[in-house]
């Protein structure tokens, strides 16, 4: 049986330092738990693409990702993520989801980055498109019917994720 995630951040956070604010700082780390979240509205999905200012995958399009840095439950960190990254008035993003499914975790071997990635895939839907204001983090984001992904140079392993977040 999988230990449930909230355990392995703690793992984590009592071995890793930290940033001044507190959250794990997992950049010597060579394994860390993330989220990847996608935003679905109606057929689409919302994609963004990495800017050239985050360590890894520039260029890359992929959903709204973060790091599991802190002891938060995933739903509050899916908020945080959506709030920070896509700049949406939480109260708002609040009123627009009809449906937050966090899948099951997995790990995941990225031999470009050198890192396990623990990957935990979360669906999110909402009744309309809200006004995207990305942040620092991506430099373009568009709406894409799942069978459009292809057509893009997504991040390694986004397309597995994508299908354990709608399983």
Not at 67 to 79: E, S
Not at 110 to 135: A, C, G, H, M, S
């Amino acid at each position: 049986m999988k230990k449930p995630i909230s355990e392995i951040v703690r793992g984590f956070s009592e071995k890793l330092p930290r940033f001044p604010d507190g959250r794990i700082n997992y950049t010597k780390s060579n394994t860390a738990p993330v989220i990847i979240i996608f935003v679905k509205v109606g057929e689409e999905f919302l994609l963004l693409r990495r800017s050239k200012k985050v360590l890894a995958y520039q260029g890359k399009w992929s959903g709204s990702a973060g790091f599991l840095d802190d002891q938060k439950p995933i739903r509050d960190k899916v908020l945080e993520e959506l709030v920070d990254e896509l700049g949406i008035d939480e109260k708002k993003l609040k009123e627009l989801i009809t449906k937050i499914k966090i899948s099951e975790y997995y790990e995941f071997r990225d031999e470009q980055t050198n890192r396990i990635w623990i990957k935990n895939p979360v669906l999110v839907e909402l009744k309309e498109k809200p006004e995207v204001r990305i942040n620092w983090e991506h430099d373009a984001f568009c709406w894409i019917r799942k069978n459009e992904l292809s057509k893009f140079d997504i991040v390694v392993d986004l397309e597995h994720a994508l299908e354990c977040a709608l399983q």
